[in-house]
């Protein structure tokens, strides 16, 4: 119980001076390498994405897609990180509201990342229209961000 209780207040420390930095703190170290990460992120989610649709539009068994989910729903957590304060630099395509409107950022992130996770219990689960919904809700959610936060 009490190392419980250590731990806990030990990951609470990690994590507030991760968020310190991410709110500017400590300025990212390499803001463009920043930028060409999320972005290899995004196009790779991309892809993943059409891999999925393939397989729905094949009608393959949904669980022999729930190791692509998951790297989806994984990646959906991540995003709000990789968008640091400072890293508002060539040759990102973000728009200035993804930290004029952090809020407004975040609820979105939030939509795919709830999105996505249906999208990988339901691939664990073998549900197959579970999964097809899931995986247009997700997709609905990532123009639902661009719409928003990134240039056109
Ligand atoms: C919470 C907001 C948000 C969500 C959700 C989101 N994106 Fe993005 N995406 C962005 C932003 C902001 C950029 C611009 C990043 C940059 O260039 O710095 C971007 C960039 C991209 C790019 C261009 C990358 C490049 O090479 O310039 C692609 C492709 C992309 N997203 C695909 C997706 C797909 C597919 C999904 C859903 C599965 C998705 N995004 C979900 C915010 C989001």
């Known amino acids: 119980m009490r190392v419980g209780t250590i731990a806990l207040a030990a990951s609470g420390l990690l994590l507030a001076s991760v968020a310190a930095s991410a709110n500017g703190a400590h300025?990212?170290?390499?803001?463009a390498g920043i930028v060409k990460g999320r972005q290899?992120?995004?196009?790779?989610?991309?892809?993943?994405?059409?891999?999925?649709?393939?397989?729905?539009?094949?009608?393959?068994?949904?669980?022999?897609?729930?190791?692509?989910?998951?790297?989806?729903?994984?990646?959906?957590a991540a995003v709000p990180g990789m968008f640091p304060e400072g890293s508002d630099v060539p040759p990102s395509g973000a728009l200035p509201a993804v930290?004029?409107?952090?809020?407004?950022?975040?609820?979105?992130?939030?939509?795919?990342?709830?999105?996505?996770?249906?999208?990988?219990?339901?691939?664990?689960?073998?549900?197959?229209d579970g999964f097809a919904a899931a995986w247009a809700e997700t997709r609905t959610t990532c123009q639902g961000c661009h719409d928003s936060y990134k240039k056109p």
């Open 27 to 31: 300025p990212a170290a390499d803001p």
């Open 40 to 76: 290899a992120g995004m196009r790779m989610s991309g892809a993943i994405m059409g891999g999925i649709k393939g397989a729905i539009d094949r009608g393959d068994d949904v669980k022999t897609q729930a190791f692509a989910a998951r790297s989806i729903a994984g990646w959906a």
């Open 99 to 128: 930290w004029s409107d952090a809020p407004g950022f975040a609820a979105k992130a939030a939509a795919y990342q709830a999105a996505a996770t249906k999208m990988a219990d339901a691939a664990k689960a073998g549900d197959k």
